[in-house]
């Protein structure tokens, strides 16, 4: 476990330097800490360590994680070195027929990627009489077989989404292909904070629109030189 701290610290010292460089703050970046490869043992590390906000790509594995460690945070209320609670982000690609196991749990969406999806989640939210903040996610990179809407068709989708009454879309999700090209990481980082602004500049949005989910545990660092407020990180801290 104490190699997890030290991760954690690389970690920060990256952030923190590449905030530095970019006249940013430490405070405008959120670290949402992705534990699919990591037992629960240390997953609850991570949480004894301070971080709140934690992220899964499965919809079985949301609900499997956030249980136990709503039952370990229960067991520890006595703690006060521990949060009351954590935040769950579905970071992964959501079906629609899962919509309604993630509401409740997740406290952001960061998949949202066709028109229909975001409708199922306005439906079913409404049923709750919840209003669950979403992103946008966009295919910046031109992969075929990533997820995402292609930029082209982001304003008329953003457009259509904002007309839904029971889900709040605060911001845009994107990722990089896994390259050691740091000039292409950088385009499709790049292009997002480029879309990000004109949606915002044109009002298209409203003024929660404030979030750009981007940077995994290989080139996060860019990410937040071009703009990130969220970073997904999972494997910089269970794998090493």
Not at 90 to 109: C, D, E, T, W
Not at 153 to 159: G, I, K, P, Q
Request: charged share 25%; glycine share 6%.
């Amino acid at each position: 476990m104490a190699k997890i701290f030290e991760r954690i610290e690389r970690i920060k010292d990256t952030i923190n330097s590449a905030c530095a460089r970019t006249g940013r703050g430490p405070n405008e970046i959120k670290l949402v800490v992705v534990t699919k490869s990591a037992t629960i043992e240390a997953v609850k590390e991570v949480i004894r360590l301070g971080l709140a906000d934690l992220g899964e790509n499965r919809v079985q594995q949301l609900k499997k994680v956030s249980a136990q460690i709503a039952d370990f945070l229960e067991k520890a209320d006595d703690d006060s070195t521990l949060p009351v609670k954590v935040n769950w982000h579905m970071v992964g690609h959501l079906q629609r027929n899962k919509v309604r196991h993630v509401l409740g749990i997740a406290s952001l969406i960061h998949s949202v990627d066709t028109l229909r999806l975001a409708e199922e989640i306005n439906a079913a939210a409404a049923k709750l009489s919840l209003c669950p903040k979403v992103l946008l996610q966009i295919n910046t990179s031109n992969e075929p077989q990533k997820y995402g809407v292609p930029v082209g068709a982001v304003t008329h989708l953003t457009e259509q989404i904002e007309t839904l009454p029971n889900l709040k879309l605060i911001g845009l999700m994107t990722m990089a292909p896994l390259t050691h090209n740091k000039d292409v990481v950088r385009a499709c980082f790049a292009r997002a904070r480029e879309l990000f602004i004109e949606m915002r500049g044109e009002k298209i949005v409203g003024p929660q629109f404030v979030e750009l989910s981007m940077g995994m545990s290989s080139d996060y660092e860019v990410a937040i030189e071009e703009g990130a407020t969220i970073l997904r990180i999972g494997s910089a801290i269970f794998a090493g």
